[in-house]
């Protein structure tokens, strides 16, 4: 079901339409198909604002307070813009004892955001993720697709400024 | 015959009332005979171990039918285990864990709401592994949010929360409390959201999603920062919410009360007056929750048809006209173009006189309106005169459906 | 496939790919290239080869030789001496950790000597985006058997008989959860392979999928014929997009070989899989979540019973197994259920995968016999603890685990044994801990963890694991008090008694694990305000052991807030007001001077 408009919205594309509504055609008839259609609307519009979730609802004809629920209890989903590099420092138990608390520390001071946080200028959005299986690595920190091992608070600055 | 029978049994047997619910369960296990409870129920195993559907509950060999659970099994025959989530009429959740139970050769205690009734399951509804879950699970709900206000709290008297720590004597001292994270939600003319009082039980949302299909509010966001959300997270004066007031009469404790609760008198100081919804022809059957003479709050009756405890929110919300002050409490009589004061026997006399006089010159040039807030009796009493004195079939109500 | 003489199995899994093993690949690509090779030597790009601790890594076949730590600029070297000139360049082989001997040979490498190789079979031996090289090594001889061959009931007898029990860490019997389906009336049943891999520290399901993704989909359709399914679907962890692209590959190619679809290997018998990509709910690893989260809700568990057995996804008989089980479905199946139970103890048979991470030499995926006493896999596939540093303890189970220490290293790898000790089987994770780790701080760690993925349904889990964390965090911070254990305690015993579900009964488990082992770390940040590992920075305090000081200076060279007074050939002081517990000097000492 493709609906006769779009709500408006600064971060939501005329291309983006076109693209959410063949996503939410192919998936408004299949039960169960909220979760991926949510994903693919995100990966196109980088994030899931409030206004495109009710228009999710509609074209999958869903309570748009379900679709709301679940949008906040993965936390795939944002609800918020994120940064143009995304980094995604592990948190899980062998980059723990590893030493991902000092290169959090030093994203931290050095970025002034916490986890969860997106710069104002959009450069970074700091993520602590759960364990991304790369524990022979450890600590690991992600960027965008680039895994980065091993890494040594010192190095942390430097392997940033390669992402604008 | 039946009657005399039971009442017999009560005369001979005191004990026989006290099981019931005038004994608090909280009590109990601390009695001696508790210690005597498996030797007890030992002998009964022996006697229904060839009785297909039969189970025991506290040393009491029961009898039950395919498909019902503990709970129904228990509340059937006076066992009084606690709820606090278990919504009539809706699928139960196991989600507040107020109802747990000891069943034996279970790894754990198991939701008597949720557990389906076996042949042969043997359940302590008051064990003291039991009583030592509830009271920790009460505890964590009472420091959750902020529960510490009972005194100025309008559920005061009328929340499970606090019956059930009462019950079980929690205190709710332990720990500190988790204090207001939501900011409480005012702005619509029926509902107040005061989420530091909402124990995530989850009853709104069955109310809302399974009784009422309305699908307005869910649970949103995850673990610690659960919250009962409406689309968007918005007030719900801009959601899918119709106000029909099903979220309030399920919440077990004040997260969800009448807008003007904290100004009226407390539920708890009001006395029930049973009646029928005059706004429109479905009957919906309603307490009037009264104090001095005043209707303060409107609830439907539970476990009466036609509407098993729902109302619109008309029938919930719709009473302010009762006391309000420009109801007419005289006859008016126009002279002049302005109104005076009349008594009721210069009225009716003039109306009669004028009906007469009108009705009586020119064929249905009199028409009868009558209202929905007036009972069916009187709706026909008002058609008969209509016809038979007035002489006209001009009668209509003002909500047929 | 071209007749190589040599083959080159070299690990693109997540790990090595991210030590470089792309970059090796494509100057390996040129060389072979330039110097006109590529019809005698074949590059396999392999999954995970299990020991990420050495990636990139690469097995010369067929002589056996193992490569580690290769570089791009190694390149030249190996293909000039070796390749063409037949000399193994030992420069690039395994160094034994203790006696620092060279061992070039894979079979002699203790890391892969002690392994047993069943879930595991085919990793690094295959190229995973081939489905012909997985039907080489026996693949899909398991599906065609208990297709043409078997009955539902043969299948799950079979199934019973070789006693695999749930990988996934619970270990219910496989066969036992089959046969429960199976009897339970329904048109309609479903198949799911729980995929979420969510415990931290534990990636042996992802490595089973980026190296062997055929063998889940073909332990899938063996058990769609034993409980007569006719759909299943993988849930997958979004974050392993490799995993996922392989195992699409994997679909497609069974789909054109007539192994998946409609009327499969001529049986009559249908069956179709999907993949779900979760969206990032550790809860989901919970059965009954995990099939809300497939319907497309909150992944919220539901009371049990009924089972999934009875009524699961969509309401219809549903069996739900780990990727490492359904791994060890189809040789089961063909070689039969007493071959599998031939290794083991009398309850749990066959191997177990895991993920040996922390502090440890060899971090990396093992494959193990049940029975193998944990110490063995400390300290002979793991290689021991590095910078000789000592063994504290061992978690196992991740979130819902325990931990072993010292005294209990000789438990054998056996559910109920290490049940005992107070830890679980688990999924695989084994995180091992020399004496650095403060153990409260670990309770605290995983506290954090189950808090913030509590679905938050039920009131013991979602407010009883905030509590629980309260308390940790206060005993960290020098705040704790003596009854402070007493609420723990209770807290602990009733969130595992009453939650709803598994992620909330076993939520408690690493701390009732550590206050029974390391009471006496709680007792000193509670009683005497010190942290023995030295872990929790509120409550450091350092000073210098003037016997042990070598009066090197490293430390006030290290010290960034100016707190340690040092002159040559003096022993260094550190001042308290000043020291802001950064921990760079007692990292840095080499003579554990600074305590």
Redesign the interface.
């Given at each position: 079901m493709v609906m006769d408009h779009h709500p408006e919205h600064p971060d939501v594309t005329a291309e983006m339409w076109t693209r959410i509504d063949t996503i939410l055609d192919e998936h408004s008839s299949v039960?169960?198909?909220?979760?991926?259609a949510?994903?693919l609307c995100q990966d196109t519009v980088g994030y899931l604002p409030?206004?495109l979730?009710?228009y999710i609802?509609e074209g999958m004809n869903l309570?748009?307070?379900?679709?709301?629920?679940?949008a906040?209890?993965?936390?795939?989903?944002s609800l918020k813009p994120k940064g143009r590099n995304i980094i995604k420092a592990c948190?899980?138990?062998?980059c723990?004892?590893?030493g991902i608390k000092e290169i959090l520390n030093h994203i931290r001071n050095s970025y002034s955001i916490s986890e969860g946080e997106t710069m104002p200028d959009r450069r970074f959005t700091l993520e602590g993720?759960?364990?991304?299986?790369?524990?022979?690595?450890?600590p690991?920190m992600v960027v965008n697709e680039d895994?980065?091992?091993n890494v040594d608070p010192k190095q942390v600055k430097g392997i940033l400024e390669d992402y604008q | 015959m039946w009657h005399t029978y039971l009442i017999s049994a009560f005369k001979t047997n005191p004990l026989a009332t006290r099981g019931v619910c005038i004994l608090p369960t909280a009590v109990v296990s601390f009695l001696p005979w508790q210690t005597s409870l498996n030797q007890k129920t030992d002998k009964v195993r022996l006697e229904m171990e060839h009785k297909d559907k039969s189970m025991i509950i506290d040393g009491r060999a029961l009898r039950f039918t395919e498909g019902e659970t503990i709970l129904e099994v228990a509340r059937r025959n006076h066992i009084d285990i606690p709820t606090l989530c278990h919504l009539k009429g809706a699928t139960p959740t196991g989600a507040c864990r107020v109802c747990v139970v000891e069943v034996e050769g279970a790894r754990t205690l198991m939701t008597s709401c949720t557990v389906p009734a076996t042949a042969g399951m043997v359940v302590h509804s008051e064990s003291p592994e039991v009583i030592r879950s509830r009271r920790m699970t009460i505890e964590l709900m009472l420091t959750s949010g902020r529960h510490d206000d009972c005194l100025v709290c309008p559920s005061s008297g009328d929340c499970r929360l606090q019956d059930l720590a009462f019950r079980y004597k929690v205190k709710g001292a332990t720990f500190t409390p988790s204090g207001v994270k939501y900011p409480m939600e005012a702005a619509n003319p029926f509902i107040l959201r005061d989420f530091s009082k909402c124990i995530l039980c989850g009853r709104c949302v069955q109310a809302c999603n399974e009784v009422q299909v309305n699908e307005a509010i869910d649970f949103g966001y995850r673990g610690a920062e659960a919250k009962i959300v409406t689309k968007g997270d918005r007030a719900l004066k801009d959601s899918d919410c119709v106000f029909c007031g099903e979220c309030v009469q399920a919440c077990p404790v004040a997260a969800l009360v009448p807008k003007n609760a904290r100004l009226v008198p407390r539920m708890s100081e009001t006395r029930a007056v049973k009646t029928t919804c005059s706004y429109c022809g479905v009957g919906c059957q309603m307490n009037l929750h009264v104090k001095n003479n005043r209707v303060w709050h409107v609830t439907g009756c539970e476990e009466v048809a036609p509407n098993h405890g729902s109302l619109c929110v008309k029938g919930r919300y719709g009473f302010d006209f009762i006391a309000s002050e420009h109801r007419l409490t005289t006859p008016l009589i126009k002279e002049n173009g302005a109104f005076r004061e009349a008594s009721w026997d210069e009225a009716l006399d003039l109306t009669a006189r004028r009906f007469k006089e009108i009705a009586g010159a020119h064929a249905d040039a009199v028409g009868v309106l009558t209202s929905a807030r007036v009972t069916n009796e009187e709706n026909y009493i008002a058609q008969k005169f209509a016809r038979t004195v007035l002489k006209t079939n001009n009668i209509d109500h003002c909500a047929r459906l | 496939m071209s007749k190589a003489r040599m083959q080159l199995m070299l690990c693109s899994g997540t790990g090595c790919h991210a030590t470089g093993s792309k970059r090796f690949h494509e100057a390996l690509d040129a060389e072979l290239n330039r110097q006109g090779l590529t019809d005698e030597i074949k590059i396999v790009e392999t999954g995970c080869n299990g020991f990420c601790a050495v990636g990139p890594v690469m097995l010369v076949q067929p002589e056996g030789i193992f490569y580690q730590k290769l570089t791009a600029e190694d390149v030249p070297e190996l293909v000039e001496e070796h390749f063409l000139k037949g000399r193994p360049v030992p420069r690039l082989f395994f160094k034994e950790h203790m006696s620092k001997e060279k061992i070039p040979h894979i079979d002699d490498i203790p890391f892969f000597s002690n392994q047993v190789y069943r879930a595991m079979r085919n990793k690094g031996a295959i190229d995973p985006e081939v489905i012909d090289e997985y039907i080489a090594r026996d693949g899909y001889f398991g599906a065609a058997k208990a297709l043409n061959e078997m009955s539902s009931e043969e299948i799950i007898d079979e199934m019973l008989t070789s006693g695999l029990r749930g990988r996934g860490g619970a270990g219910f019997p496989t066969g036992l959860k089959w046969k429960f389906a199976h009897s339970s009336k329904g048109a309609e049943k479903y198949v799911l392979c729980n995929a979420d891999e969510g415990d931290p520290g534990a990636f042996m399901d992802r490595s089973i999928l980026e190296s062997d993704p055929h063998v889940i989909l073909e332990g899938m359709t063996i058990a769609a014929k034993a409980i007569n399914a006719t759909k299943g679907y993988i849930y997958c962890r979004t974050e392993y997009q490799l995993a996922i692209r392989r195992l699409e590959i994997a679909i497609a190619q069974a789909k054109e070989y007539g192994l998946l679809g409609t009327n499969i290997l001529g049986s009559g018998f249908d069956f179709d899989i999907e993949i779900y990509q979760g969206a990032g709910a550790f809860v989901c690893g919970e059965e009954t979540a995990l099939m809300r989260s497939i319907e497309g809700k909150r992944g919220m568990p539901r009371p049990r019973p009924p089972f999934p057995a009875y009524k699961g996804l969509w309401d219809k008989p549903t069996i739900l197994n780990n990727v490492e089980s359904f791994a060890n479905v189809p040789q089961i199946i063909l070689k039969g259920g007493e071959w599998y139970a031939s290794i083991g103890t009398e309850k749990s048979k066959g191997t177990k995968v895991f993920a040996l991470s922390g502090d440890i030499n060899n971090i990396g995926l093992v494959e193990v016999p049940m029975g193998l006493p944990i110490r063995t896999l400390i300290y002979d596939i793991g290689g021991g603890i590095p910078n000789k540093r000592k063994f504290k303890a061992v978690q196992l189970g991740g979130p819902s685990g325990g931990c072993v220490p010292e005294q209990h290293l000789d438990t054998l790898i056996d559910y109920e044994e290490i049940a005992k000790v107070g830890a679980i089987m688990g999924s695989g994770g084994a995180i091992v801990m020399d004496d650095r780790t403060c153990m409260v701080d670990m309770a605290r760690f995983f506290m954090d963890f189950i808090q913030d993925e509590s679905c938050g349904k039920c009131t013991p889990c979602r407010e009883g694991t905030r509590r629980i964390l309260e308390i940790l965090e206060r005993i960290c911070d020098g705040k704790g008090e003596a009854a402070d254990l007493k609420s723990l305690e209770d807290l602990c015993e009733v969130t595992s008694n009453s939650s709803l579900c598994g992620l909330g009964q076993t939520a408690a488990n690493p701390v009732l694990s550590t206050m029974r082992f390391f009471m006496d770390e709680y007792k000193a940040h509670i009683f005497e305000k010190r942290c023995p590992a030295k872990t929790c920075q509120a409550l450091l305090k350092f000073t210098v052991d003037a016997e042990k000081c070598k009066k090197c200076g490293l430390c006030f060279k290290a010290c960034p807030a100016d707190a340690i007074v040092w002159k040559k050939k003096e022993v260094a002081f550190i001042d308290t007001t000043k020291c802001i517990q950064c921990m760079s000097c007692y990292d840095k000492c080499p003579f554990d001077a600074i305590d």
């Open positions: 039960p169960g198909s909220l979760i991926t949510l994903r409030p206004p979730l009710d609802a309570a748009s307070s379900q679709v709301f629920g679940v906040t209890f993965y936390s795939l989903f948190t899980g138990t062998a723990y004892v590893k993720v759960r364990c991304l299986g790369a524990c022979g690595l450890a690991v895994i980065h091992g | - | -």
